[in-house]
């Protein structure tokens, strides 16, 4: 039993066996939902297009993204970061959230919204809401939840997030729709997931895609991109200044990476960065996002090879992070070792294997099977833009009188 309800934990063979399913009969997107009790946060809105826009769409063209993303995050740093001439304390919680924010924005909704403080301040908001709203909403009995959630600051403010991120949004939609009317053919289609969003929804005929409807699969976007790539993030940062003998080897990648590319940030730059990448897993193995990434909802009954049954509406989960279930050839489970899998990737038939994005069995923190999170390459190329400046221009350290690295807090399954 839990604070969402109960929930079946499966041993985590079990996992290859349910990651084929569909969608419409075992879905990771309805079981997140019911976690973040989705009818009350809004998070239990689900769009086939908004879907394919990010896992069709946003991957095919992240490498023309690279560059602008890059200048991006250098601007974020040079703007929101105090001069660090000196030691200097950063609350990483409060300027990561931003950063991630900005940068993702500029392939959301493009240039025109992407560094405007009140649109980065309504995503930002909306899902620090969701999360927080939720959480303090699982403190009662899910019976007065109905009336609960008129008294919960966070919950109350999530209708209205929707509508001033429609109120931002809108004068966007409208300008595009009349340069496209004025130029016809000759009008060129912006390059970012507003423009991806209309086009599928005008080729598929998809009817409740308007304005509205807009605004509201950016804010689940958002929502998707912000924190989860800050939080991966801080467990870099942590990890590096836990262990500086790391620094120096991922620097040297980076220059060495920059020199061959002539000094500019390319997406073959990204895929050359094995030791970063490699760091990147690693810290995501020892921090991962939630003890349990591997979950389902049963929207049919399922029987399983052992011949037990899965009753319809029932949540599954498998513990995905039993660090001394890792392959022997991984060597000491327990142990950090950022280049684990730079190493792996040695061999010339394991060179495309053991990526930070790339989901398998023994690797499960972005999931498996369909509903593996289909923005695990865009939040790859976040991370490592994001890294890649702050070890190019930032000495890494823990405060005074800290003691190691700080420990992680976990909460349900989390």
Known sequence: MTPDGPRLFLPRSFANELKGYPRHEMSGMKATTDRLLGEYTTIDHESQTGLNSIKIDLNRHLGTFVVDVADEVKYCFQTQFPDCEDWTPINLNDKLPHIVAQASALIFVGPALNRNKEWLNCTTTFAA??????????????????????????????????????????????????????????????????????????????????????????????????????????????????????????????????????????????????????????????????IATFQRKALVPVKLSNGFHIPSGTIVQCNTNILEESPPSWGDPLSFDGFRFYKLRSKPEDTNKYQFASPSFDSMQFGLGNDACPGRFFASNQIKIILVYILRHYEIK??????????NILFEVN
């Open 129 to 290: 809401d969701v999360m927080i709203g939720g959480e303090k909403l699982k403190t009662w009995k899910p019976i007065l939840r109905p009336v609960a959630q008129y008294f919960i600051p966070e919950v109350r403010r999530i209708r209205s997030d929707h509508a001033f991120a429609h109120t931002l949004l809108l004068p966007v939609l409208k300008s595009r729709a009349e340069e496209e009317s004025r130029q016809g053919d000759k009008y060129v289609k912006p390059n970012d997931m507003i423009q991806w969003i209309q086009d599928r929804a005008r080729k598929s005929g998809d009817k409740t895609v308007d304005t509205k409807e807009q605004a509201n699969l950016q804010m689940l976007a958002a929502t998707a991109a912000i924190h989860t790539t800050r939080m991966a993030v801080i467990h870099a940062i942590y990890d590096l200044a836990a262990r500086p003998e790391y620094v120096e080897p991922l620097r040297e990648e980076i220059e060495n990476v920059l020199k061959m590319s002539g000094g500019t940030f390319t997406k073959q730059c990204l895929t050359q960065l094995r030791r970063l990448d490699s760091f990147m897993k690693e810290s995501q193995r020892h921090n991962p996002p939630s």
């Open 398 to 407: 823990f405060e005074e009188g800290a003691v190691g690295r700080p420990k």
